[in-house]
């Protein structure tokens, strides 16, 4: 039989001469000690299994603690590595962008300077040019006073065949030493 507070209290005894039947009463106090002996021993048993389940959870919430602790760090860790490789990142930037203004500088110094040699050759081509010119000018009026001595000692027709023959064009000359 299981004893319930309800049963306790609403428990009857047989009356008999001079009051309750004793062994009734010494039998039912008996089956309430023994239930409530077990009971006691189960609450016990209760309260040590509370208690040690508290002290897992002791330690689960330190384990806990621990894992937050551990991942706000790597967080902060990982937060601050990335900084890093974008500071990194842009250093490397700023120093490509100055490495290729500076050889887009040089460049455009070589292109002058490629230029400005250009022009200067341009310039020495005119002056070679005009003294080439100005030297066979020279050479062809030697050479025409020299054929009018000649023609003179000479007859006028074979003057004029020698004049058509020795007569050099000065542009031919100069085109063909280009």
Same mark, same amino acid.
């Given at each position: 039989?299981?004893?319930?507070?309800?049963?306790?209290?609403?428990?009857?005894?047989?009356?008999?001469?001079?009051?309750?039947?004793? +062994?009734?009463?010494?039998?039912?106090? +008996?089956?309430?000690?023994?239930?409530?002996?077990?009971?006691?021993?189960?609450?016990?048993?209760?309260?040590?299994?509370?208690?040690?389940?508290?002290?897992?959870?002791? &330690?689960?919430?330190?384990?806990?603690?621990?894992?937050?602790?551990?991942?706000?760090?790597?967080?902060?860790?990982?937060?601050?590595?990335?900084?890093?490789?974008?500071?990194?990142?842009?250093?490397?930037?700023?120093?490509?962008?100055?490495?290729?203004?500076?050889?887009?500088?040089?460049?455009?110094?070589?292109?002058?300077?490629?230029?400005?040699?250009?022009?200067?050759?341009?310039?020495?081509?005119?002056?070679?040019?005009?003294? !080439?010119?100005?030297?066979?000018?020279?050479?062809?009026?030697? !050479?025409?006073?020299?054929?009018?001595?000649?023609?003179?000692?000479?007859?006028?027709?074979?003057?004029?065949?020698?004049?058509?023959?020795? &007569?050099?064009?000065?542009? +031919?000359?100069?085109?063909?030493? !280009?």
């Amino acid at each position: 039989m299981r004893f319930t507070p309800y049963n306790i209290k609403n428990q009857e005894f047989n009356r008999e001469m001079r009051g309750y039947d004793r +062994e009734e009463v010494r039998t039912f106090l +008996e089956s309430l000690s023994l239930e409530f002996a077990s009971l006691f021993d189960e609450s016990e048993r209760l309260k040590k299994e509370i208690d040690e389940y508290k002290e897992e959870i002791k &330690e689960y919430k330190k384990l806990e603690k621990s894992l937050q602790n551990t991942l706000v760090s790597a967080q902060e860790s990982s937060s601050k590595a990335l900084e890093s490789a974008k500071k990194q990142n842009s250093l490397i930037i700023k120093e490509a962008e100055i490495k290729a203004s500076q050889i887009v500088k040089k460049a455009r110094e070589e292109v002058e300077k490629i230029n400005d040699d250009v022009l200067h050759l341009k310039e020495e081509r005119k002056i070679l040019l005009s003294k !080439l010119k100005a030297m066979i000018e020279t050479q062809t009026k030697i !050479l025409d006073t020299s054929s009018v001595i000649i023609e003179s000692k000479s007859s006028s027709t074979a003057q004029t065949q020698r004049k058509e023959e020795t &007569e050099p064009d000065v542009d +031919e000359i100069v085109e063909k030493l !280009l």
